[in-house]
């Protein structure tokens, strides 16, 4: 990771974004029947061999809560020496964590990412058609969140907007969740993904074209803002 900072450095680029820093967690269910079991990671031998440090004993099978604390100590000290590698290089550090505190998804203390010095940008993506929450409520919500943990540690408060399987007549959504978000002080507002995923079958939106007609009248809105 450190050689591909600084090849990208060598681009001139200006920064770089980790997005949705996560572990895997999924549900194992046998192939000819018996109990399902959740299996997470990471339970490399590396792992293993510093959760024991750590802990004091065998890293277990079940998702306890040292288990919980150890898998989000892990991304956190991962970002953080990312993140410090890029500013050595001049590059500026961007992180979007998912819009959830689930122990599942890794992170569940956000302010442990926020805290990171060399991190400049701090953001969430509360994608409501794809969690099925209202559109208010859930940006609303997460742009609190993300607004008061940036200015708490003096980041840029950044909120990224659906723009992929957006179902159709629903499009207007889009303009309600960057309304929400700027009226809670985000200022950086991001739309993933390009012309509504119109290139990408597994995520396209059922209308494209009329998904980027919303996003760019959102942003027209308050380009002069």
Same mark, same amino acid.
């Given at each position: 990771?450190?050689?591909?900072?600084?090849?990208?450095?060598? *681009?001139?680029?200006?920064?770089?974004?980790?997005?949705?820093?996560?572990?895997?967690?999924?549900?194992? #269910?046998?192939?000819?029947?018996?109990?399902?079991?959740?299996?997470?990671? =990471? *339970?490399?031998?590396?792992?293993?061999?510093?959760?024991?440090?750590?802990?004091?004993?065998?890293?277990?099978?079940?998702? #306890?809560?040292?288990?919980?604390?150890?898998?989000?100590?892990?991304?956190?000290?991962?970002?953080?020496?990312?993140?410090?590698?890029?500013?050595?290089?001049?590059?500026?550090?961007?992180? =979007?964590?998912?819009?959830?505190?689930?122990?599942?998804?890794?992170?569940?203390?956000?302010?442990?990412?926020?805290?990171?010095?060399?991190?400049?940008?701090?953001?969430?993506?509360?994608?409501? %058609?794809?969690?099925?929450?209202?559109?208010?409520?859930?940006?609303?919500?997460?742009?609190?969140?993300? %607004?008061?943990?940036?200015?708490?540690?003096?980041?840029?408060?950044?909120?990224?907007?659906?723009?992929?399987?957006?179902?159709?007549?629903?499009?207007?959504?889009?303009?309600?969740?960057?309304?929400?978000?700027?009226?809670?002080?985000?200022?950086?507002?991001?739309?993933?993904?390009?012309?509504?995923?119109? =290139?990408?079958?597994?995520?396209?939106?059922?209308?494209?074209?009329?998904?980027?007609?919303?996003?760019?009248?959102?942003?027209?809105?308050?380009?002069?803002?």
């Amino acid at each position: 990771m450190a050689t591909w900072i600084e090849l990208a450095a060598k *681009t001139g680029a200006e920064g770089v974004f980790w997005d949705e820093p996560h572990l895997f967690f999924g549900e194992f #269910t046998p192939l000819f029947g018996g109990k399902k079991r959740d299996i997470w990671g =990471c *339970t490399c031998t590396v792992c293993k061999d510093v959760f024991k440090q750590q802990y004091r004993y065998e890293m277990p099978v079940d998702f #306890t809560d040292d288990v919980k604390d150890f898998r989000q100590t892990t991304i956190v000290n991962f970002l953080e020496y990312l993140a410090n590698e890029a500013s050595k290089k001049g590059l500026k550090n961007s992180v =979007c964590l998912f819009p959830t505190t689930d122990p599942r998804y890794g992170i569940y203390a956000w302010e442990k990412v926020a805290m990171i010095k060399s991190l400049d940008v701090f953001g969430s993506d509360p994608y409501w %058609y794809a969690y099925q929450q209202d559109v208010t409520e859930f940006v609303r919500h997460i742009s609190h969140e993300v %607004y008061a943990l940036s200015k708490k540690y003096d980041k840029e408060p950044q909120i990224w907007i659906q723009g992929y399987r957006v179902p159709a007549r629903r499009e207007e959504e889009i303009v309600t969740a960057v309304d929400v978000a700027y009226d809670s002080g985000i200022r950086n507002i991001a739309t993933w993904s390009f012309e509504g995923a119109d =290139c990408m079958t597994y995520v396209r939106s059922d209308r494209p074209d009329v998904v980027w007609q919303h996003v760019r009248s959102a942003y027209l809105k308050y380009k002069n803002k």
